[in-house]
C-alpha cells in the first residue's frame, strides 16, 4: 500500500480564545420566577416537603 507524504511549511498551534460575548450583571435578583406573587422559593418548598417527611416518618413509627 502507497503512503503519501505530506510536507507542513509551519507548525500548527493550538490557540484558545475567550468567548466574545459579554455576560450582563443582574441589577435586581437573578433568580427567574423568585419575585412572583403566588409562588414559594426553594427554601419555603424545602420547609415544606421536610416537614411533611417527618409526618410521614412519624406515622410509620407509631
Do not use: H
Not at 427567574?32 to 410509620?60: C, H, Q
Amino acid at each position: 500500500m502507497a503512503t503519501k507524504s505530506y510536507k507542513r511549511t509551519n507548525n500548527a498551534v493550538s490557540t484558545a480564545s475567550e468567548p466574545q460575548a459579554t455576560y450582563a450583571q443582574c441589577q435586581t435578583e437573578c433568580t427567574p420566577g423568585a419575585n412572583r406573587a403566588g409562588r414559594m422559593s426553594v427554601e419555603e418548598y424545602f420547609d415544606k416537603v421536610w416537614t411533611a417527611v417527618l409526618k410521614k416518618y412519624e406515622d410509620i413509627q407509631r
